[in-house]
């Protein structure tokens, strides 16, 4: 499965800033999650499809976590920029 992957260490003040330029699916997880999803099971996660240029996302509590980046149209390019606010 094709997807861009970033761990981070995150705490309840961080917000993760994701920039696209095209709709793609933007997942959060924990670890037992990112394990389920690259086993193709059913999974949680905070975010869905981003259809607009922007998603801000919160990390409930202070662990690692997993971002996951999948463009909606495997056929274009993927060109986005992240940014931890904190």
């Known amino acids: 499965m094709q997807h861009l992957h970033k761990l981070m ?7 993760v800033e994701v920039n ?3 709709p793609a699916y933007v997942f959060l997880m924990d670890e037992d999650n990112y394990q389920l999803y690259l086993d193709d099971a059913e999974f949680e996660y905070y975010g869905g499809l981003v259809r607009n240029s922007q998603i801000q996302l919160r990390a409930p509590f202070l662990d690692q976590w997993h971002l996951v980046i999948e463009q909606e149209n495997k056929a274009d390019d993927l060109q986005v920029s992240i940014r931890i606010v904190s």
């Open 9 to 15: 260490r995150l705490t309840t003040r961080d917000v």
């Open 20 to 22: 696209l330029r095209a």
